[in-house]
């Protein structure tokens, strides 16, 4: 199946790229974080270990997917490599979502293994959930970085769309709160503005509601709200698919 | 992440001394530099919470916490302003309201300092706070009466807050002492009526289930009744 052995180069060559040594290293990173909050909490150092180690290790997986993917597909473009694919008999979709595919069992990797352990501080089942909720964000971020780094073709630009994409979307819920603030004048421009900005959320995922610390600290959401929130991922994953792919079947061989 | 490289012996020598050179600059020039910490003295002001909210990219309790790390790097002399302290803690609660690490400190570090004025403006906050989640946060309020009693020396102050830890706290789990601090503060005010009826109140109410407690109580009722020749 060739969408299948897309997918094993692609795992093949994050191993080759030392992308599992990387992991390690922020995995190492935070637990010396970890062991450095105990000493400086006053209280609830517990949970303090947990938010700030759960935190960066969600940013050092999503830092680590969006590179990769950017890396490896724009120097796969830069060797004529795609070109050689495209002129294989394959279908681009296959072409496609082989390549997408790997990428999110990346990230499903990276989740497991940045998961893991949180459940010195955590019950196994919020750190399941936190795990579930990574790797679908995961293989958002790489389906983003994925389309961006097909379209743009250079791999800072491609980087810096995907976090800015990234950060946007987890921020857009304080923005929306701050632009319909009790203070905001009612103004024509602010109602503008925040016409604006509620414009904008609708492109974007609620990334805000996704992987949270809070899971971890406080007990597991509940499971409508969970799997509301992984449908949602789940969507927006198939959106930038769906435009990927669009993108890919315009290119000239 | 292999590649292939020159064996390390045939580098000129200029460029082993132009590393070496720079290195050393590297770690003179901050060994002699003094510690960032150290030379912070003025708290800035406190951000908003829905600033600190957009600053936390989706991450509060762990922005809300690491927070907390920067105020304790703040020294408590003078020169910390209790205004903007308080703002800071009301942002960060704002950001993360079940977290009991910024009321934990208010009353623990900041509401112990010699100041008296500071400790009010602490005290009277850790109430403001308590007000918005009794049941989570009375433990805290319960500190505060104990400051304002021992500390303080202000009984009208500890009995204030112990009346209303009386009157807002449901929860199942708040201890009977908690309950009972303010017909012991009555009692040290000399308030003896008042404590004697309050005493009698909760005996009849059936909440305390402790039969050796209820004894006790009992034995304290009689004395105070003794007191007020009733």
New interface residues.
């Given amino acids: 199946m060739p969408a299948a052995i897309l997918t094993r180069l692609v795992l093949l060559d994050a191993r080759r790229g030392g992308l599992p040594w990387l992991a390690l290293a922020g995995l190492a990173l935070a637990l010396l974080l970890a062991g450095f909050l105990s000493q400086v909490a006053l209280t609830e150092a517990r949970s303090l270990q947990l938010a700030v180690v759960a935190a960066l290790l969600r940013a050092v997986a999503v830092f680590l997917v969006a590179v990769q993917v950017s890396a490896s597909v724009v120097r796969e473009m830069n060797d004529k490599g795609l070109e050689l694919m495209l002129s294989l008999p394959l279908g681009r979709s296959s072409q496609y979502l082989g390549r997408l595919a790997g990428f999110a069992l990346l990230a499903a990797a990276l989740a497991v293994v940045f998961a893991a352990p949180l459940l010195v501080w955590a019950t196994p089942g919020a750190v399941a959930l936190w795990a579930v909720s990574l790797a679908l964000e995961g293989a958002l971020v790489a389906a983003a970085a994925l389309f961006f780094a097909l379209t743009l073709a250079q791999p800072v630009a491609a980087i810096a769309t995907t976090a800015g994409l990234y950060l946007l979307a987890r921020s857009m819920a304080a923005i929306q709160a701050i632009a319909a603030g009790p203070l905001v004048e009612p103004s024509l421009a602010n109602q503008a503005a925040r016409l604006c900005v509620d414009g904008v959320a609708l492109l974007l995922p609620r990334l805000d509601a996704v992987t949270r610390s809070e899971w971890l600290i406080y007990g597991a959401p509940d499971a409508s709200g969970f799997m509301s929130a992984m449908g949602a991922l789940a969507i927006y994953i198939a959106l930038l698919a769906a435009a990927g792919l669009f993108d890919f079947y315009r290119r000239s061989d | 992440?292999k590649r292939d490289a020159r064996p390390l012996g045939s580098l000129p020598a200029w460029l082993w001394f132009a590393l070496g050179v720079a290195l050393a600059a590297q770690i003179g020039l901050r060994a002699t530099s003094r510690p960032v910490g150290t030379e912070r003295s003025e708290l800035p002001s406190a951000p908003s919470a829905?600033g600190l909210?957009?600053a936390?990219?989706?991450?509060?309790?762990?922005l809300?916490?690491?927070a907390?790390?920067y105020l304790?790097a703040f020294d408590l002399g003078p020169k910390l302003d209790y205004t903007r302290l308080i703002g800071w803690l009301r942002a960060i609660l704002a950001l993360d309201p079940?977290?009991?690490?910024p009321l934990?400190?208010a009353a623990?570090?900041y509401a112990e300092v010699p100041d008296p004025a500071r400790a009010r403006a602490m005290l009277e906050f850790i109430h403001e706070q308590y007000l918005v989640d009794p049941n989570r946060r009375w433990p805290w309020l319960a500190h505060a009466a104990l400051l304002a009693k021992h500390r303080l020396r202000d009984l009208p102050l500890a009995r204030r807050y112990a009346a209303e830890i009386d009157r807002h706290t449901t929860a199942g789990d708040v201890p009977l002492w908690v309950k009972q601090m303010e017909v012991f503060i009555l009692e040290d005010m000399n308030e003896l009526e008042a404590a004697r009826i309050l005493l009698g109140g909760l005996l009849e109410s059936g909440q305390i289930g402790d039969a050796d407690e209820a004894r006790f109580l009992r034995h304290k009722l009689e004395e105070l009744e003794r007191r007020t020749g009733r």
């Fill in positions: 992440m829905q909210r957009l936390s990219f989706g991450e509060p309790e762990a809300g916490r690491v907390m790390l304790q079940r977290s009991q690490y934990f400190a623990r570090v």
